[in-house]
């Protein structure tokens, strides 16, 4: 237990001459603490976490002075240095002269953590955020039903309407202001952020307990009130900020002491951000990685995996026991069909729309990166002068093109139901949402309709993430290529039936991987489908659209 106190006494007097002048501060008040009439117990978190904070300087010193005895080595000493010094550590067991090094033993003393500690926590940080995912899908079920029931109240066409109109505008606007009074921080995705954090920068704000609260009120009536918005993206930042709380308590406290046990617990909180959103443990991993790691460690890999998996697991346990009509674990999107799915002939069809669908992904980016700059360039217009302002006018367009007597029935699928329409075997002109509309027609003016909301949606001040919404646009227009595809080919290929719910199926990857460049998309879809007989149509279609949306914009996140 007095390890580190023996380290602080017996350091030699040249230990410090390499360190820089804040280093030998800090060194001297750990030394002071040390030494006073009232010494701290080595145990105690102030005392650790100075030690912790700047071993890699010590470390540095120690090499020059007291172990290699190079004292004319350079300031800067790279960490390939530093790694070969501790590897020389563990091989010799941290003796010097046939006795244990003093800076070894306080090293070891402080950074140790126990394991199980680690266990524990990754599992309660999936199991939380599953809860917390599951407790916001609820809520915006219910704030929907809710929306649908008051219209039911109202049995003058005119009312309705306006009923429907006025529920959107009050969530909206309660969402507004919740995430402008609690913690303007929560506002957009937060993955930009997350990348930052994760790469160094101090972003404490971003990861307080007031911007979680803001953030999932302000998400779940922002989805609540009818917006073309997704969830993914926020919930990213949610479940880091649950990690970041978790990490306070006592029981984790000799993690958080840990620079870099820390930096590894925010990761996998984005990883199992994603897999408690759909349920994909894989998928949320590599997620992660490509969105917000400027590098990533291996050691890093088992902990988001086990997060990510305790978190998947219990989302679709939840969801098999609670929800009405679902007893069984199943794929969110069922997509069981009862034939050969595609030609091997019809690849150069899927790799068409692979193209097609990176250049709709980089219209999408620029579309949005535009409109996101009006309100620099233009500061002073009448609508940007209020919070309030672009949300409603925003919200009241995309009410007015949803509502169901408007445009159609189709128009006003939520996007889980458009996606299980677009997805299904039979063709649209049967299914209910559908029938009695020109097919081409209607997916047309469903895409263009959805594509330029969520861009728009997308900018304002509220949390609200884009994955969701471009992977139903990306679902509809891979189906209109389907569709045109049975139109050409009415008797298949090569005896093979040409099904345009497989192209929705590639469309949706293809979408989602141009607009946010990830190859994780397509092992998303397979886990939101368990459509494995698409493996290779979606990993052409999502490598060429990732390739040809690169060549002409960054990824939304990076715009």
């Known amino acids: 237990a007095t390890e580190p106190i023996a380290f602080v006494r017996q350091a030699p007097s040249g230990f410090t001459s390499a360190c820089s002048k804040r280093q030998r501060r800090i060194w001297a008040s750990v030394h002071a603490m040390s030494g006073s009439s009232t010494p701290r117990t080595p145990g105690t978190p102030r005392l650790q976490a100075d030690v912790l904070r700047f071993r890699d300087s010590i470390a540095r010193a120690a090499k020059r002075n007291l172990l290699l005895e190079r004292p004319h080595i350079a300031e800067d000493v790279n960490d390939e240095e ?6 020389s550590l563990r091989e010799d067991s941290g003796r010097v002269n046939g ?11 402080l950074s140790s953590g126990r394991p199980h500690y680690v266990w524990l926590f990754l599992s309660v940080l999936g199991v939380l955020s599953a809860i917390v995912g599951f407790a916001m899908d609820v809520a915006i079920d219910r704030l929907r039903g809710a929306h ?5 109240l109202i049995h003058d066409g005119f009312g309705r309407f306006i009923v429907w109109v006025l529920f959107g505008v009050l969530m909206l606007a309660f969402s507004v202001w919740t995430t402008h009074t609690i913690s303007p921080f929560a506002v957009g995705s937060g ?5 930052s954090i994760l790469g160094g920068s101090y972003l404490g704000e971003y990861l307080s307990f007031r911007t979680l609260i803001s953030k999932v009120i302000g998400l779940t009536t922002a989805l609540g009130s009818g917006l073309s918005l997704g969830k993914e993206g926020p919930f990213v930042h949610t479940s880091s900020v649950l990690a970041k709380q978790l990490l306070k308590l006592k029981i984790f406290r000799r993690i958080d002491l840990n620079d870099g046990l820390r930096m590894q617990m925010l990761a996998a909180g984005c990883a199992v951000g994603v897999s408690s959103n759909f349920g994909a443990p894989v998928g949320g991993v590599l997620f992660s990685i490509e969105v917000t790691a400027l590098y990533y460690s291996v050691e890093n890999y088992w902990k988001a995996f086990l997060c990510a998996v305790s978190g998947a697991l219990t989302f679709r346990l939840i969801s098999a026991l609670l929800r009405e ?22 690849l150069i069809a899927f790799s068409f729309v692979g193209a097609i669908i990176g250049l709709c992904s980089s219209a999408f980016v ?9 309100r620099r360039r233009y500061p002073h217009a009448w609508v940007f002068r209020s919070l309030y302002i672009m949300p409603t006018l925003t919200i009241v367009a995309t009410l007015v093109l949803v509502y169901p007597s408007s445009i159609g029935p189709f ?10 329409d677009l997805f299904g075997e039979k063709p ?6 559908w029938e009695n509309l020109n097919v081409y027609g209607a997916l047309i003016l469903f895409i263009l309709t959805k594509f330029v909301l969520t861009a728009v949606s997308i900018t304002l001040p509220i949390p609200s993430g884009v994955y969701t919404p471009v992977f139903v646009v990306g679902a509809a227009i891979g189906r209109l290529c389907g569709e045109v595809m049975a139109d050409i080919f009415p008797e298949g290929i090569s005896g093979t039936r040409i099904l345009p719910g497989g192209y929705a199926v590639v469309g949706a990857a293809a979408m989602a991987g141009g607009v946010t460049h990830t190859i994780s998309s397509a092992v998303i879809l397979f886990e939101l489908t368990g459509q494995l007989r698409h493996i290779l149509p979606v990993l052409v279609a999502v490598l060429i659209s990732i390739g040809v949306a690169s060549r002409f914009t960054p990824s939304i996140y990076d715009a």
């Open 325 to 346: 009509n679902s007893r069984h674990i199943t794929a969110l999107f069922n997509t069981n069909y009862s034939f050969v799915p595609y030609d091997t002939t019809e």
């Open 411 to 420: 128009m006003a699928l939520g996007n889980q139901g458009a996606v299980n």
């Open 428 to 433: 649209l002109y049967e299914d209910d949402d």
């Open 82 to 87: 530093i790694s070969r010094f501790r590897e």
């Open 366 to 374: 620029m579309f949005n990166t535009w409109f996101a700059g009006l």
């Open 148 to 152: 649908m029931e008051f219209l039911d």
């Open 99 to 109: 006795q244990e090094n003093p800076l070894f033993a306080a090293l070891r003393y």
């Open 191 to 195: 993955i930009p952020e997350m990348k």
